[in-house]
């Protein structure tokens, strides 16, 4: 096994990207603002997003001489973290946010909750008011650090200047090792006018911080023989391919035993879009053939994916054939959800070496040709759009809006960032990625609102890439302030909005669960996109005939700056294929059926059967999914039976 | 079932907090928790008592890892550990039962604190049988109050390497 390889991996991630304890500014007296500014240059900090205010006041006097830190200027807190998150995941760098106290950290929660659901590494600091008056109820307090408690990764209020620069030096290898996420540093703002002397460090002191990057080397073996072996093995990738830089070492093993591939929204971009293993999103919107592999298969073998209910659907009827590989960083995702037979905690990338090593060795062979026909023919038949598909003509579909879009893109050098809803499952479903970092969303918390702001935060990272943010008329109002922000830095980024005037998805389960009682999810009073785009000196169009759909994409990928692009799309369309809240993976509804003809199947009974008066809608849904609407906690699938047999994990115990 | 943990936690503002979050946020209700400065003054140790089946107890004690305060976790559940708690008792007591009552406590080698005009307060150590025991004898009498401090525990030195 390549073990130097993977202790390399190990002992870099979390350090410094800039000079640390090298700086030009090491051993100079100033004050704890000035150090603020120069411990993000001693990180190799170049961009950070913020919005100053009163207890940030001194930091942003500090920024003000930097000629490292470019700052980026939000409209609102929120935008910030969002822009930094999105700069986070098109370059695997830490994103830097700095807002005030009170309103200012308050503002950040929904942006680090997104972050730490998508394990995002993030630094957010915070203004406090000063040490002597924390908790009084002063002017602009409030207890961000209690707040975002369960939020972070780790949070930490600064208590004097003597901390100051171990804790930025901490709050950066915590955000960026191991599980990456979030990490808030609060500081109250007399610290930033004491005077000290800067003194970065550049080795941390956390010893109950050890992140296991190595995987056990008996488990590795232990999983190279249940893969030779499986005979409808599936590859189950999620973000934590695109985290720790696996993507290659991926493409390896899938190649070398011929292992279909699935992707969780997270990892979409982790493999191939070209290649033939790929065979797409899986879970609730996932193509039917995807989902029926996973129910078939013998062995998954989960690469930084976490079996998310939009994943598994009914846990009990989730691949009941199946044994599990798990291999994750985060020893607690193991065995969270589903029963595993090979845990193996580490670095995915060092992990997949060590499995492609020991493969390749054994000289195994793929024997999965069988299998992959089997894919073939379900792909065939129940195919995710079909042109025969009988659509009303004049009408705008958004699935070919998607289509056209991915074949326009260069797929090296673009990013398509979404927001959250109808038309977050339509790009992920036909826009084509074929490398990690390039398809950007909020898959955990499903954050309407970050979207747009994210991808300013990924063009400012990765300015040679074209940056397309696909959204819906709802999601871009959450955040559509962020609009200046790409207006002044001269961000060129393209904002496709695929405009049902509803909440899409929505009023999609409402249609098709709710009787069609569209309880408050029409947007009838959207603003003109077009004058709003004007209004930030955006250039922008509005089509809403199919055949204006080819120039007007070509006008928007063409065009030099921002451009927002309204495509006016009927309100009762529905992603399909669906499997429906709570229903097995198996149990698909509205996919593509070709040997009955290009049309849907499965779809929820049309028109709706008239309800029962005295019976609410929520009581017969109940009823049709036995009360599991969202979750049901009684639902733990097929963990009876006996234990893992190897279960000794590096790092599970310590 | 019934799960003692000894969590060696840094001594920092907040630790406890975080501790006691991570135990609320996954569902779990604590039974007893104590708290308390350890050998080294930049620890703490608390003690937690949850009720929890297997695999909730693996993911509740791997999420506690995860928290960059948290040091050592140690299951005391199946070890002999030893366990105490220390409870008052305010027991009503009429001038001619107290008699009866310093000889309850006087058998659970119980200490009488406080004497009032119609109450006894009794501070009493010991594991949960016997202070169960001693509690459901002084109900005979009135309990006007209890107060206890949460179960503290500890390895047996025979169990220490």
């Known amino acids: 096994m390549s073990e130097r390889k993977h202790d390399k991996h190990a002992s870099t991630a979390g350090q410094p990207r800039g000079l640390g304890s090298k700086n030009p500014k090491q051993g100079e007296e100033m004050i704890g603002a000035q150090a603020v500014v120069a411990s993000l240059e001693a990180e190799g900090v170049d961009l950070v997003f913020g919005y100053p205010g009163g207890q940030a006041i001194k930091i942003y006097d500090a920024l003000y001489d930097s000629k490292q830190l470019h700052h980026v200027l939000s409209r609102h807190e929120q935008g910030a973290v969002h822009e930094a998150d999105g700069y986070a995941r098109a370059t695997g760098n830490v994103g830097v946010v700095i807002v005030t106290s009170g309103p200012g950290a308050t503002n950040t929660v929904t942006g680090i909750a997104t972050a730490y659901m998508d394990s995002v590494p993030l630094v957010v600091i915070t203004g406090q008011v000063p040490r002597g008056v924390i908790g009084t109820d002063s002017f602009q307090e409030s207890d961000i650090v209690g707040i975002t408690m369960p939020v972070v990764k780790h949070s930490f209020l600064l208590q004097s200047t003597d901390e100051l620069t171990s804790t930025f030096r901490e709050a950066f290898h915590i955000a960026a090792s191991g599980r990456p996420g979030p990490v808030l540093i609060d500081i109250p703002s007399d610290i930033l006018s004491e005077k000290m002397v800067f003194n970065y460090p550049d080795k941390v002191n956390l010893p109950s911080y050890r992140p296991t990057y190595r995987g056990n080397a008996k488990q590795i073996r232990a999983a190279v023989q249940r893969i030779q072996r499986a005979e409808r093995p599936v590859l189950y990738v999620g973000g934590g391919v695109i985290s720790s830089g696996a993507a290659d070492e991926l493409v390896e093993l899938a190649n070398a035993l011929q292992l279909p591939v699935v992707t969780t929204l997270m990892g979409k971009g982790a493999f191939p879009a070209s290649n033939p293993l790929n065979i797409g999103p899986v879970g609730m919107h996932g193509s039917k053939y995807a989902n029926l592999a996973m129910t078939e298969s013998d062995l998954i073998i989960a690469c930084g994916a976490r079996f998310s209910d939009r994943v598994t659907g009914k846990l009990s009827e989730f691949a009941p054939h199946a044994d599990v590989i798990h291999i994750d960083i985060d020893p607690a995702e193991i065995g969270k959800i589903r029963k595993v037979q090979i845990p193996i905690v580490g670095d995915l990338r060092g992990v997949l070496a060590g499995i492609n090593e020991a493969v390749s060795k054994a000289g195994a062979k793929p024997i999965t040709a069988p299998w992959l026909a089997q894919i073939a023919e379900w792909r065939r038949r129940f195919p995710f759009y079909h042109s025969d598909l009988v659509e009303d003509p004049g009408r705008i579909v958004p699935e070919t809006v998607m289509q056209k879009l991915s074949r326009k893109l260069d797929p090296k050098h673009s990013i398509v960032v979404t927001e959250v809803g109808q038309h977050q499952m339509w790009a992920a479903q036909f826009i084509d990625r074929e490398k990690p970092r390039t398809f950007i969303s909020s898959g955990g918390l499903g954050t309407m609102g970050f979207g747009f702001p994210a991808a300013i935060g990924a063009a400012f990272g990765c300015p040679d890439d074209q940056v397309v943010c696909v959204a819906g008329d709802g999601s871009f109002q959450m955040n559509s302030q962020e609009m200046a922000t790409a207006a002044i830095n001269g961000v060129p980024v393209k904002v496709l909005i695929l405009d049902n005037r509803a909440l899409g998805m929505v009023h999609q389960w409402q249609k098709l669960f709710y009787n069609e009682r569209y309880s408050f999810t029409e947007l009838s009073a959207n603003p003109d996109f077009c004058k709003l785009a004007d209004a930030y000196s955006w250039k922008s169009r509005r089509i809403t005939a199919p055949e204006e759909v080819d120039a007007a994409l070509d006008e928007m990928l063409a065009c030099e700056g921002p451009f927002l692009l309204d495509v006016a799309i009927p309100d009762d369309q529905n992603v399909f294929p669906m499997v429906a809240p709570g229903a097995a993976m198996s149990d698909v509804l509205g996919a593509i059926d070709v040997a009955v003809g290009a049309v849907r199947t499965d779809v929820p009974g049309q028109p709706a059967p008239a309800p029962e008066p005295e019976k609410s809608p929520c009581a017969k849904i109940d009823a049709q999914f036995g009360g599991r609407w969202e979750s049901d906690p009684e639902d733990k699938g097929p963990r009876e039976g006996e234990q893992p047999e190897d279960a000794d994990v590096e790092g599970e115990s310590r | ?161």
């Open chain 2, 1 to 161: 079932m019934k799960h003692i943990l000894s969590v060696l936690v840094e001594n920092k503002p907040g630790v406890l907090s975080r501790v006691t979050g991570m135990v609320s946020r996954r569902g779990f209700n604590i039974d007893s928790l104590s708290v308390g400065p350890t050998e080294d003054p930049t620890m703490s140790r608390i003690t937690i008592i949850v009720k929890a089946d297997e695999l909730a107890y693996e993911q509740l004690t791997k999420q506690l890892n995860k928290l960059v305060s948290v040091f050592k976790i140690t299951d005391l559940t199946d070890t002999s550990a030893i366990e105490r708690e220390l409870v008052l008792f305010k027991v009503n007591a009429a001038p001619d039962r107290r008699n009866e009552i310093i000889e309850i406590a006087n058998v659970f080698r119980a200490k009488i604190v406080d004497v009032g005009r119609s109450s006894l307060t009794i501070e009493a150590t010991g594991d949960e049988s016997k202070l169960k025991g001693m509690e459901d004898l002084f109900r005979a009498y009135g309990i006007k109050e209890i107060t206890r401090t949460g179960k503290i525990a500890m390895s047996r030195a025979s169990k220490e390497s």
